[in-house]
């Protein structure tokens, strides 16, 4: 009888491990992963953003979006706050660095509503701080910029991240 008794009492562990295996792994799945990083990087200092906007892969938009609703949801998304910021000193490099997933789609980095990087299948790109503030349009330097790195698939875009730079008075 012991025998039998204690071969239950094994089962019973097994099973209930088992279950408590399971239900953990539940749970794991119902959480939110997060989403890729982009990293910016300036002189000694950098900061690392999750995305602003990021549903998986699926597209958000673009930005000649004929349907309103996209264009809404797309340029909310371009505008939205950024959540990291960095100082940028005159004649540092402002360094862009993605995860490998984000690269294999392809990437650009804008600031001030321009391109500042061509399409880049590359986890890595630097830029000329001074040119990230230099706002076109105006024609004169800014004091602070948001630069928006933007991943792409087939001309949509598929995720954003915002980080905030200031530019250091000297």
């Known amino acids: 009888m012991t025998a039998f008794s204690s071969s239950l009492r094994g089962k019973g562990r097994r099973a209930a491990a088992a279950g408590a295996v399971s239900l953990g792994l539940l749970v794991l799945s119902a959480c939110d992963q997060p989403t890729p990083r982009a990293t910016v990087t300036a002189g000694q200092d950098s900061v690392t953003a999750e995305a602003s906007c ?21 340029e909310k998304c371009l ?4 959540d990291q910021t960095l100082t ?11 995860e490998p997933d984000m690269a294999e789609q392809g ?3 804008m600031s001030n509503g321009m391109p500042m990087t061509s399409l880049s299948k590359q986890t890595y790109t630097s830029v000329d701080g001074d040119q990230v503030f230099y706002n076109q349009q105006t024609r004169q330097m800014s004091d602070s910029t948001t630069i928006s790195i933007m991943t792409s698939k087939g001309g949509k875009y598929t995720g954003i991240w ?3 730079l200031n530019r250091a008075s000297s």
């Open 54 to 74: 990021y549903e998986d892969g699926k597209t958000l938009g673009d930005l000649t979006a004929k349907e309103k609703a996209e264009q809404a949801k797309f």
């Open 162 to 164: 915002n980080i905030k």
């Open 107 to 109: 990437w650009i980095a």
């Open 88 to 98: 940028v000193h005159p004649g540092d490099k402002v360094r862009l660095g993605v």
């Open 79 to 82: 505008t939205s706050k950024p």
